[in-house]
């Protein structure tokens, strides 16, 4: 959907792909040609290069915009899409394998001056040696995939008796999710927040730093909210992670858009975690601050052609906030969530972005990532971005399956995170609410009433009480009084 | 018909009159109730504050406030006084149900065999995350419902223990 907004706006022919599970989706509605490419199960469509470039053949594209999931950070797929004879709209095969790899992207920030958090140089053989390493490091400690990021693989493991257990099943979900299986051992810093930098690399030596997100809010280390400007980052630590930033992705030969992670802990000293070689789904924010265009540019590098503006030239503006809404039950340990959407209202009005594939009549399956949209709020500061965002959420009604809403209408109101004050610890600190939100007599009222109505109906099959119903009537003629 | 409603920790009677009027707590409500989406969602005016109401689930209910989420109940009387007659599950015996939807991986216990409260039993697979499910207390594995490779819905029996002294 991103990709072919940008792709309309430039006059690219767009050409889309989809599983038997997509059929109905928006992206194949709006893309200019869409081609099936298999089952519901990603192997057999979305993580099948073979089917993509064979799609790609067929359709005459000139180049692939590999979004940012599936194969959107497979080296094997950049080289395949190049060796087509076609442009990956990404950092090139061989980058991405310099970055790819944990552990190699470690090494390679400790050399360009970089801090780097205390973890193993290589990826460790079997639970025995992640034992000795751990021990070495002093618990506790964070259990990674080497092969990828997006939470897959990643466990904190607070003392030696929970390493086995931790070990066994964070190799499956590795195993599962990327190439390699292999796991690395790393510091867990705790009360850390999750800073990241967006970077734009050209292919003539043109690198710039946007500005950081603080992506902190946090379950099973996926993000559910992130923001610019980080509350806790000010200019000086701002321009640090930049030029940080900056000198990883010179020191990898970087091209297009890229995002270096760090951990900044309660001092301000900062950590370099990874590098994400794709487009990130919090690009949002940056965009609405910089009023840049991130997929537009990403073609553009693509394309050849030179940054348009120099370091100098990059303004922010104002204050941005993401909420990502997911199909979970956040009162049962986010526990992912499956229906039809039945009712669906986006949220419009001042400052506010909406970036969703949301449709009613959607089913909601657990093939796919819970995301269901964005919701992204731009003021002239963040007080003024909270408010916008607070507006907009409890405007979105989603109805047909349990979302992450709730959660993000309480953590936009709640004192910590209106603060500024919330590190990676947060969600678990601060969900579920100790006390609810409550109704006044008059809403609980109504509730009440449509409790009734919505049960009544279900009993009776059908709904009942159209609106000029004898009791609505009645209740018309009550209020006149 | 008289309902005992629940709104989150408040407990209210409604009964919608024969003459269709709205009665909370014996008490009449000036309300007017528009249906916006049938069966889903309702414009309710009370004295003039205007509420909208959406049914964001129906199992467990639960409803959208003016933009607050809110669990909710109603049961007829009748149904009331039947469920609170009912409620015992089978002495001894412990349901293993699938907390979510998704691929059962691995089965690592069969039938027969005694294990600990907390073993992990079987590992679910939803969203790309692996889930042990643990031994709900000490027992024996008296029957597996699912096979490994088997998707399963939320709430679907995966497996039974009998309680073991």
Known sequence: ?481 | MIYEVTVGERRLRVEIASDGRFLVDETVVPAEAVETRRGWQWSVRIAGRSHEVTVLTSDPLRLLVDGNETEASALDERAAAASRGAGAVRGGHHELRAPMPGLLKTVHVAEGDVVERDAPLMTLEAMKMENELLAPARGRVVRLAVGAGTKVERGAVLAVLEEAD
Not at chain 1, 259 to 276: C, I, K, M, P, Q
Not at chain 1, 325 to 353: K, N, Y
């Open chain 1, 1 to 481: 959907m991103r990709v072919i907004r940008a792709c309309h706006e430039l006059g690219i022919r767009s050409v889309a792909v989809y599983s038997d599970a997509d059929r109905q989706a928006l992206h194949v509605r709006l893309a200019d040609e869409a081609y099936p490419i298999g089952r519901a199960s990603p192997r057999e469509s979305y993580l099948a290069p073979a089917k993509l470039l064979d799609v790609a053949r067929r359709a005459g594209c000139d180049a692939v915009h590999p979004g940012y999931g599936f194969l959107s950070e497979s080296a094997d797929f950049a080289d395949a899409v190049r060796d087509a004879g076609l442009v990956f709209v990404g950092p090139p095969g061989d980058v991405q394998r310099r970055l790819g790899e944990k552990t190699q992207a470690r090494r390679l920030a400790a050399e360009a001056g970089v801090p780097v958090a205390d973890g193993t140089a290589d990826p460790v053989r079997d639970l025995e040696q992640a034992r000795l390493e751990a021990r070495r490091i002093g618990y506790p400690v964070m259990l990674k995939a080497a092969g990828g990021g997006g939470g897959k693989g990643m466990r904190a493991v607070a003392s030696e008796a929970e390493l086995a257990a931790a070990w066994r099943m964070s190799s499956g979900e590795a195993a599962g999710a990327f190439a390699t299986s292999a796991l690395f051992v790393e510091k867990l810093i705790e009360r850390a927040r999750h800073v990241e930098m967006q970077i734009l690399a050209d292919a003539h030596g043109g690198v710039v730093w946007l500005g950081e997100r603080d992506c902190s809010i946090q379950r099973r280390h996926q993000k559910l909210i992130e923001e610019s400007p980080a509350p806790s980052v000010d200019e000086a630590l701002r321009e640090r992670l930049g030029e940080a930033a900056v000198r990883i992705a010179r020191a990898a030969g970087y091209q297009n858009a890229g995002t270096a992670e760090f951990l900044v802990d309660a001092r301000g000293a900062f950590s370099f975690l990874e590098v994400n070689t794709r487009l990130q789904v919090e690009h949002p924010v940056t965009e609405l601050v910089t009023g840049l265009d991130l997929v537009a540019l990403q073609l553009r590098i693509a394309a050849g052609e030179p940054l348009p503006f120099t370091q100098s030239d990059v303004r922010r503006r104002g204050a941005a906030i993401e909420c990502r809404v997911t199909a979970e039950d956040t009162h049962r340990g986010f526990v992912p969530a499956t229906g039809r959407i039945a009712l669906l209202r986006e949220p419009a009005g001042p400052g506010v972005r909406v970036d969703s594939g949301l449709f009613e009549g959607l089913v909601v399956t657990s093939d796919y990532d819970p995301l269901l949209m964005k919701v992204i709020a731009h003021g002239a500061d963040r007080t003024e971005a909270l408010a916008r965002a607070r507006r907009a959420v409890r405007e979105t009604i989603v109805a047909g399956v349990p979302t992450s809403l709730a959660f993000h209408a309480h953590v936009l109101d709640e004192p910590d995170f209106v603060a500024g004050r919330y590190d990676t610890g947060y969600v678990s600190t601060h969900w579920p609410p100790r006390s609810p939100a409550r109704l006044d007599d008059s809403a609980a009222t109504a509730a009440a009433l449509v409790a009734v109505l919505a049960s009544r109906g279900r009993a009776a099959g059908r709904p009942v009480a159209s609106p000029d119903g004898a009791w609505s009537r009645a209740g018309r003629e009550e209020a006149l009084r």
